[in-house]
């Protein structure tokens, strides 16, 4: 079973979402609370000071609860894994983080729902926004689940 916890803006939450659908196409099971899930994944935010410390407390809280057993593996993935490229001072956020995944190693899943990314105008400061670009459109797939 897989958990995500999704920190930051909206962007963020629809790349949750997609990681999700990806990895429950491929099989895995999703569970809602962390405690359940063999592996919790934790979509950070490496936008402002704040959000980098609500990542690295997140991360911190599900490594303790590991001891007791769950969740099994903790990967980090997100705009703070992707800074911490450029910007190696950041990694110590990331510490408690078994893996971290960059946007490159995002699940690829090509029958996506018509999103309009999230993000509503240009950020010159987000990290996202200059990674990704503007905002994308994706097609209405026609597998027939409407996703």
Known sequence: MVCLVSLGCAKNTVD???ALGALAQDGWLIAADPADADLCLVNTCGFIAAARAET????RALARNRRRGRPSRIAALGCLVERTQSQPEFAEL??????HWTFADYPRQPRQARIIRACR??????WASRRRGRMSRRRISSNG???
């Not at 690295?56 to 991360?59: K, S």
């Open 145 to 147: 689940r409407g996703w």
């Open 94 to 99: 990331l510490a408690a983080a078994d893996a």
């Open 16 to 18: 949750s979402e997609r």
């Open 121 to 126: 105008g240009w950020r010159a400061r987000c």
């Open 56 to 59: 690295a407390a997140t991360l």
